[in-house]
């Protein structure tokens, strides 16, 4: 069951595992002009109410959706690019993060499938292509948090464990664009599959909006979609009815 679709909706869409199926390397994935025209046309249905909101940096954002320059909220709300293009950043102990990715980099260079991101304002340790190494990475995570103190938490995913700056989370992005406009006043609608957008789904279930859960497991979403591929099918039907809407 999905919701009724209205007008005035505003979009945050989580990326890996609900707008794109993942892949074994976030580096694989591979968007498409199908996907690319879709949210074009859903910036231009909504006037511009429409937001990404991930893991990944707002550079990594911005190559994988090149020519398209959405608002985005990147490495879980760290940082944000707002609708006028304005780039808020959240402050952070930077020289014991970098300090922390050089520990980690080094667990990671004596281990094959292991897949280590330094994204600049948070880290990302990858086991999908060694699930065998799940534990030992999640540990050296979690030391590594350890070390840091309370300004910093570790995030679990799917085949993924993340170190990042506490104090923001997906969540906070979503509530900070709905202060301003082109989102103010709408109603917010959130997509997301993982455990990381379960901040996201509280806030939209709050503000009153829509939480839609992509997949199976726990979750505070009110609502559930199969998979990116009905996602992708499920915003081209709410393109199809309102892009001509006065």
Known sequence: MLPEAAGDWAFFLDIDGTLLEHAERP??????????RLLAGLQRATGGALALISGRSVPDVDALFAP?????????????????????????????????????????????GLLFENK????????RLAPQLASAAQAVLREAAQRLGDGFEVLGGKMVIELKPS???KGSAIEEFMRE????????????????DEYGFG??????GQSVKVGAGPSVARWRIADALAVRTWLGAWLER???AP
Do not use: K
């Open 27 to 36: 580096d694989a994935v591979r968007p498409g002009e199908p996907l690319f």
């Open 68 to 112: 398209l320059r959405l608002p985005v909220a990147g490495q879980h709300g760290v940082e944000r690019r707002d609708a006028r293009g304005a780039v808020h950043r959240h402050v952070f102990p930077e020289a014991a993060l970098r300090s922390a990715a050089a520990r980690i980099a080094d667990f990671v260079a004596g281990r094959p």
């Open 120 to 127: 600049g304002h948070s880290l990302a340790l990858h086991y």
């Open 167 to 169: 104090g923001r989370d």
């Open 181 to 196: 406009p082109p989102f103010a006043g709408r109603t917010p609608v959130f997509i997301g599959d993982d455990q990381t």
């Open 203 to 208: 806030v939209i279930n709050r503000l009153g």
């Open 242 to 244: 309102f892009a001509a």
